[in-house]
């Protein structure tokens, strides 16, 4: 995972047409994405409770547990885990496990915009039911549940499920990890 705002293993050259051999790769969420959020109501949460503590007042000290509860929600945009990764074996996502590339029908890119700020999300079509899709399921984390994912899942037309990941708080180009995202689905 690079640290920074774009992912060195991932720089292209701009003239070659294509890539021969897919590089596998780990992607987490961009540096300073949810430092403000975190750190800031963590700060307001102590000084919430402290000052309930201190007066001896109970309001200020349930004032904080929505201030805290807002904490644990966006822990994962500190969190060092990767949210997405791919490699021979198939697409990683964080909190469900490794989907194997024979289960993905159709993977797409789609933007949606508001006013000024564009929204991207990688579509992964399935051709199975979900339970059948994975190399690796990833064990359910009862401390996790609760916590922001960077996906969704919803039902396709044709009944099948799709993935719908986040990217816009990724360390990532959406095309290029289309395009690298492609080369493994293609190549299995």
Same mark, same amino acid.
């Given at each position: ?8 293993? #991932? ?8 890539? *021969? ?46 201030? @805290?509860? *807002? ?6 945009f500190i969190d060092k885990r990767p949210q997405m ?22 993977? *797409?890119?789609y933007t949606t915009a508001v006013r000024t700020m564009? @929204? ?5 079509? @399935? ?6 899709? #994975? ?22 037309? *044709? ?30």
């Amino acid at each position: 995972m690079e640290s920074g705002g774009g992912m060195s293993q #991932f720089d292209l050259d701009p003239w070659q047409e294509e890539q *021969s051999l897919a590089e596998p790769f780990t992607l987490g969420y961009k540096k300073g994405t949810g430092e403000p959020v975190v750190y800031g109501s963590l700060l307001l949460g102590a000084a919430l409770l402290g000052t309930g503590i201190v007066s001896g007042s109970l309001i200020p000290a349930l004032a904080s547990l929505p201030v @805290f509860l *807002s904490v644990y929600w966006h822990y994962p945009f500190i969190d060092k885990r990767p949210q997405m990764a791919a490699n021979d074996t198939g697409l990683y996502l964080e909190r469900l496990g490794v989907v194997r590339w024979s289960a993905i029908s159709e993977l *797409s890119i789609y933007t949606t915009a508001v006013r000024t700020m564009e @929204f991207n999300q990688l579509r992964i079509q @399935f051709n199975r039911p979900l339970e059948e899709c #994975f190399v690796q399921k990833e064990p359910q984390s009862l401390t996790r549940l609760a916590m922001r994912k960077n996906w969704r899942l919803k039902q396709a037309k *044709s009944n099948t499920p799709v993935l719908e990941v986040d990217l816009h708080l990724l360390a990532c180009d959406p095309e290029i990890l289309l395009q690298r995202t492609r080369q493994f689905w293609r190549g299995a």
